[in-house]
């Protein structure tokens, strides 16, 4: 099944690249950058997270290519005197990280239940389709925010930073679920109509081996674009909970930690500590939102606008 | 008599059903209350003796059973007084209320902007959808979804503010107190200081909502009914504001109304980067500071700023159109 599947999509992508070299350099770029988070402690001049390693004199130097530049801080020095380079690397790894866990749970939770409502219909269906309309009406951004915020009224920013990257993964992962439930009932609901699906019925085939073998594996394509445009959203959303102090401590960037944490700077006129980390998240974004549009083109030409 | 009695039972229930939700959020305040917050603590610190403790645990009411310290906190809560801010000792209703104008202004002022940007930015892309400026607005909107909110906050203070000089980074500016409100938006201080936060919030918003508009004209451009109008003669211009737009609204506000909560969250976090003194900004110094009783009162207010727009957009949406069905089905 997976081979049979997988042949049209390679021919997809080869198309893809072809037709349209602004994407395919988005996908290049993200790579680029997903490589490099990767490979941080590989390539970081400095372990940005032993805080004995810096030195109070290397504070706020400016990147290497301005004056008063160091060529040992590529892109210059926090105000801890922490290698921006190193921490940015790895900052990308952590928001990386935590989109795409939390990503992963979202779809483990929201295409299931799209699966059952899609196929199963009727009461089932209206009422999970109810309760992911109620759930995106409160806004993930909102409901991650006020989670946070009690966890951190009640525990402390203490607990709060050391229990970051679970919790983070877990907030948006659990609010994040109905994206995923109605793209994969609305593709189920117009597979289980088909004829294959009925004459598997007609042969005597179980549900649960209808809805795997025959199901899943044709609405694919939706569920592979919502997924690009939801790591954007979850990366996104890491940023803005650590840059209200509600995510990643600053003895743990991750972007939005470093955005936040070089942001009384700006004042003083070091913008690069708040500037250089948002340019690589809207850097990462970017790429991963124009690859999400091209995917949607190229896999699911109904869905395009 | 018919023709009205539908309407009205449809706003009653609606009602009750906002009336039911803020009941919810009522209770789920009290329960974050009674987990968090230890209001003797606040009130006579560490070293107290214990029987004077459980003394005043008594006259509090604090030892009662959790169903009767709901009934009274639902029955306060009722006439107003949802407890004492910890750092402002003050009612803490008092204290959100006291800043809610703050929000309102720049959410009505990033409505604004959003409002005059997107309805002509995306009938033009429906109507001229592949000329230059169409691709110039999409291909914008896609960079704009990628920069998060308070992003484009820090860079418009680092090029406006710090470099330029132009406007201030933070607060409010001088305001006008009229009654109860807190007026910002009549002196030419306040106005400078609403510019760059207004432009922010809005910018997030703006790619969305011209998409949207795009979307639901090509809809309506499609339409049988507009290829009527322009068969009987009607312009072009009358075409598009006075048929396609008019149907295309529908779709818009229902679509819109979902950006509620996100409206909430993106305003906090536009708040929190030029330190606007509104509801937002609030909640994350009682959040850093742990003063439970403004926190609850906080999620309190934004639960029915939220149930009263949607109602309002329901009740809107009922009016703008009346195929809508009134039996049950929304």
């Known amino acids: ?305 | 008599m018919q023709a009205l009695a539908a309407p009205l039972a449809f706003i009653g229930k609606r009602a009750l059903q906002a009336l039911l939700v803020m009941l919810m959020i009522a209770v789920i305040a009290f329960a974050v209350r009674a987990a968090l917050g230890d209001p003797l603590r606040e009130i006579m610190g560490e070293a107290v003796p214990e029987a004077e403790r459980v003394a005043l645990r008594h006259e509090l009411g604090l030892d009662a059973p959790w169903p009767t310290q709901l009934a009274r906190y639902l029955g306060r809560a009722a006439k107003g007084d949802l407890g004492q801010s910890y750092i402002y000792k003050r009612s803490t209703l008092e204290v959100v209320l006291a800043k809610f104008p703050a929000s309102f202004e720049l959410v009505l002022a990033a409505s604004l902007v959003v409002l005059l940007v997107s309805v002509p930015a995306g009938i033009y892309c429906a109507v001229n959808p592949r000329s230059w400026g169409a691709r110039l607005i999409l291909g914008f909107s896609v960079l704009g979804i990628s920069v998060p909110v308070f992003l484009t906050g820090i860079l418009l203070i680092t090029v406006f503010s710090v470099w330029l000089g132009w406007f201030p980074a933070f607060g409010r500016g001088e305001t006008i107190r009229l009654g109860v409100w807190e007026m910002g938006l009549l002196t030419l201080d306040g106005l400078k200081h609403l510019l760059l936060p207004a432009l922010t919030l809005s910018s997030i918003m703006l790619p969305l909502f011209i998409r949207l508009v795009r979307g639901a004209m090509l809809d309506q451009l499609g339409s049988d009914y507009v290829r009527t109008a322009r068969a009987k003669g009607a312009s072009s211009l009358r075409v598009w504001l006075h048929h396609a737009l008019r149907n295309a609204l529908l779709p818009l506000i229902a679509v819109g109304s979902l950006q509620i909560g996100n409206m909430l969250a993106f305003t906090l976090l536009t708040e929190t980067v030029f330190q606007w003194p509104g509801m937002g900004f609030l909640f994350l110094e009682a959040v850093t500071r742990a003063d439970v009783p403004l926190i609850t009162t906080y999620l309190v207010a934004v639960g029915l700023l939220f149930v009263i727009t949607n109602t309002l957009v329901d009740v809107a949406s009922l009016w703008l159109d009346p195929r809508i069905s009134l039996e049950g089905r929304r």
């Open chain 1, 1 to 305: 099944m997976s081979v049979r599947n997988s042949r049209p999509a390679l021919a997809a992508i080869r198309a893809f690249a072809l037709d349209r070299p602004g994407s395919a350099l988005a996908a290049m770029l993200l790579g680029v950058i997903a490589l490099a988070a990767l490979a941080a402690p590989l390539i970081a001049p400095q372990n940005p997270f032993d805080l004995a390693s810096f030195d109070v004199l290397d504070a706020e130097l400016p990147p290497s290519w301005l004056k008063g530049g160091s060529d040992r801080f590529l892109l210059g020095a926090d105000s801890q005197g922490r290698d921006l380079f190193s921490a940015i690397l790895y900052g990308t790894r952590i928001s990386l990280t935590v989109g795409v866990l939390a990503v992963a749970i979202q779809a483990a939770i929201g295409i299931p239940l799209g699966l059952v409502a899609g196929y199963v219909g009727g009461r089932v269906d209206s009422l999970i389709a109810r309760v992911a309309d109620v759930q995106l009406s409160l806004s993930t951004l909102m409901l991650a925010i006020v989670a946070l915020a009690l966890v951190r009224a009640g525990l402390g920013g203490d607990t709060l930073g050391r229990l970051a990257v679970p919790l983070l993964v877990l907030v948006i992962g659990l609010a994040e679920w109905p994206t995923f439930a109605r793209t994969a009932r609305a593709a189920t609901q117009v597979e289980a109509a088909k004829e294959h699906v009925r004459a598997g019925r007609a042969l005597g085939a179980s549900s649960a081996a209808i809805v795997r073998r025959h199901i899943l594996p044709n609405i694919l394509s939706p569920l592979i674009v919502v997924a690009t445009t939801q790591i954007a959203g979850a990366i996104m959303a890491e940023a803005a909970l650590s840059f209200l102090g509600l995510g990643l401590p600053v003895t743990q960037p991750s972007l939005g930690t470093l955005i936040r944490s070089g942001y009384d700077l700006i004042f003083a006129g070091i913008w690069w500590v708040t500037v250089i980390p948002g340019l690589t998240l809207v850097g990462v974004l970017v790429a991963v939102n124009v690859l999400g549009d091209a995917l949607r083109d190229a896999l699911d030409p109904r869905l395009a606008r």
